[in-house]
Nanobody
Framework: VQVVESGGGLVQAGGSLRLSCAAS????????MGWFRQAPGKEREFVAA????????NYGDSVKDRFTISRDNAANTVYLQMNSLKPEDTAVYYC????????????????????WGQGTQVTVSS
């Protein structure tokens, strides 16, 4: 599976953005998908993950109740709706595919995902 992120940009605190992740490959609909982010000087952080069916999701503590992950298997696309953005949400956001698992792990880590995009920059100004 190959993935390409889009939708990043500059937004004021309190604003919203929606990221998209377009995937190619026949195995897209068979695997879980996830979003991670990495700020300068920090480790890559789990943001959200969604199961193959889209019925199960998981979120990092720092984004719960603000971000929503969803997927459209017919369009081979995963989305990340980000609301109530904060300056600390500033980072490069990466989409990742886990074609070996259809379910969401309780504590996803970058090592669980085999295919990564190039990332899209999200900057939240105060």
């Amino acid at each position: 599976v190959q993935v390409v992120e889009s939708g990043g940009g500059l937004v004021q605190a309190g604003g919203s953005l929606r990221l998209s992740c377009a995937a190619s490959g026949r195995t897209f609909s068979s695997g879980a998908m996830g979003w991670f982010r990495q700020a300068p000087g920090k480790e890559r952080e789990f943001v959200a993950a969604i199961s193959r069916s889209g019925l199960s999701t998981n979120y990092g503590d720092s984004v719960k109740d603000r971000f929503t992950i969803s997927r459209d298997n017919a369009a081979n696309t995963v989305y990340l709706q980000m609301n109530s953005l904060k300056p600390e949400d500033t980072a490069v956001y990466y989409c990742a595919a886990d074609p070996m698992r259809g379910y969401v792990l309780p504590r996803p880590s970058p090592a669980d995902f085999g295919s990564w995009g190039q990332g899209t920059q999200v900057t939240v100004s105060s």
